[in-house]
C-alpha cells in the first residue's frame, strides 16, 4: 500500500503541484487557513475533497464520531492556535450519516478507550432516546438524528472552551457552524448556521 501512497504522491507533484508551483510557494512560506475544521476521522469523509478546498486553507483535527472534549488537551491546543495564533473566524464542527462512532455510541461498544470516548457525546444519546420513543422512530432514522444532535453537542461543547469565552469576552467571536455530510450523495448540509448566533 506505502508505494501507491508514493505513487500517488509522484502524480501529485507532477501534475496538481507543478501546475500550481506559485501557489504551493506561497503556502509554503505561511499557513493563513480561514477554516478550523473538525471532523470525524472517518476515512470517507475527506474535508479538502468534499469541499474542493486547496492545502492550505483549512485548519483541521479529526477523531472518532467528531467529538469536542473538554479534557481532551490535543484539541483544546488546536483550538486555542486556530483562534488565538491564525486568527481564525470560522470553526466547523462537522459530522455525516453513516457514522460508526455514532453506531457505537447507540449498539454500546466493548473496547474501554472506544466506549470511554464515546462517553464525550452520551447527551445527545440521551436527548435522541426520547425523541426516538416519541416519534417511534425507525433504527435508520434515529441513527441520523443521533448524529445531527451530536454535532449540536459538540458546538455547545466548544462554546463552553475557556479559549472561546475568553476570546468572546475580548470581542473577537467566531462563527461556529455545524454541519452534516452525506455519505450517499456527497453533499454537505448546514445543521447550524454560525453566522446566526
Known amino acids: 500500500m506505502i508505494d501507491k501512497l508514493l505513487d500517488g504522491n509522484r502524480r501529485f507533484v507532477e501534475t496538481e503541484f507543478q501546475a500550481h508551483l506559485d501557489y504551493y510557494?506561497?503556502?509554503a512560506q505561511a499557513q493563513r487557513p480561514a477554516v478550523l475544521w473538525?471532523?470525524?476521522?472517518?476515512?470517507?469523509?475527506?474535508?479538502?475533497?468534499?469541499t474542493s478546498s486547496k492545502p492550505g486553507t483549512l485548519f483541521v483535527h479529526r477523531n472518532i464520531a467528531n467529538l469536542v472534549s473538554f479534557n481532551d488537551v490535543n484539541i483544546a491546543a488546536i483550538v486555542e492556535y486556530a483562534l488565538a495564533h491564525l486568527k481564525i473566524e470560522d470553526v466547523v464542527v462537522c459530522g455525516h450519516y453513516g457514522c460508526g462512532g455514532i453506531r457505537a455510541l447507540e449498539e454500546g461498544v466493548r473496547e474501554a478507550y472506544i466506549a470511554d470516548w464515546l462517553l464525550i457525546a452520551s447527551d445527545a444519546k440521551d436527548r435522541v432516546d426520547r425523541i426516538a420513543q416519541e416519534r417511534g422512530l425507525s433504527q435508520e432514522a434515529k441513527l441520523d438524528l443521533l448524529s445531527e444532535e451530536n454535532v449540536r453537542l459538540q458546538i455547545d461543547h466548544l462554546r463552553r472552551f475557556a479559549v472561546v469565552r475568553n476570546m468572546h469576552a475580548r470581542g473577537f467571536v467566531p462563527r461556529i457552524h455545524g454541519l452534516m455530510y452525506a455519505l450517499k450523495t456527497g453533499r454537505l448540509e448546514v445543521l447550524v448556521d454560525g453566522s446566526k448566533r
Open 25 to 27: 510557494r506561497a503556502v
Open 38 to 50: 473538525i471532523g470525524c476521522s472517518d476515512s470517507r469523509v475527506c474535508e479538502h475533497v468534499i
